[in-house]
């Protein structure tokens, strides 16, 4: 009976030992993060920052590819494509963690089922941007022009996301809004400042050089307290819109069967990073905050975001396309 217990024992031991070693044995080959957009973009640069940062703490190579296309849809499948040993990392934001559910028909990946939470890396509010000399001073005033001009809201926008935004505006004032799409934010910024856009939805990080230059006003931001170094800017809160509250963010993600244990070590390396010297350096020169947001923090902030614009979307009666 005691020889066969021991061999139970021995049995179950050598069948667990690979599961036990799973996050001493990881990383055991060369990484990669795949990133949604082109190269040179502020998600690609982050990218690199932490692959490079990653591979000296995790002693493996780790390499950044750039998989544009499809608002993220593109780079999420590719990830689901590659074994969930966590040797592969999505750098995701806005769009294909919680947009694409709300505004893509037939979406071929659910972010929630498929994609797994990591790290939340960088977060920044979205501004309602107008040039300089605009006469609306405030985003009341921009309200109260087409209230009293009987028309609909006139809101510039370049994404999806910015136009749940700019619909959000429409609904909590009650009035229409005449979505006018861009294919980027310097286009759209070059048309505000040139009188030929009345209003741009716009990540406030892409206007603070312009409104340092004096060439743009921004009228509120959707943050949930004023900006340190824009302390005459205020809150959409503050501004009469109770509620008025999102971000645009970027964060890592992993396939959603990554094991907890690579997930955890993983996790803890890129908080190491986050709050070394070198991470507080590199963050102190982006226009962005750090976000600091664990896996389950992440996924908590990842639903609030998602139920917060399908209210939106449901709201305006937009449908998926």
Known sequence: MRRCTRWILAATTLALSPLLAGAQAFPSKPMKILVPFTAGSGADSSSRFYGEQLSKLLNQTVT???KPGGSGVIAVQAVR???????????GS???AVVNAITIKNLPYDPFKDLRPLYGLAISPVAFAVKADSPYKTIGDVVAAA????RPLQLGNYSAGYQLVAAWLGTASGLPVTHIPYKGGAQMLTDVI??????????????????KGGKLRVLAITAPARDAKFPDIPTMKESGFADFETSVWSAFFMRAETPDDVVEKLAAAIQKIMTSDVGKAYHASLPSQPMMMGPKA?????LREYQRFKRVADTAGIKPE
């Open 81 to 91: 494509q590659l074994p969930a040993d966590g040797h592969t990392i999505l750098m």
């Open 64 to 66: 950044v590819e750039n």
């Open 94 to 96: 806005n769009s294909p």
């Open 194 to 211: 040139g009188g030929a856009l009345e209003v741009g939805v716009i990540d406030f990080t892409g206007t603070i050089e312009l409104l």
């Open 147 to 150: 209230r009293k001009e009987n």
């Open 298 to 302: 992440l996924g908590e902030f990842q």
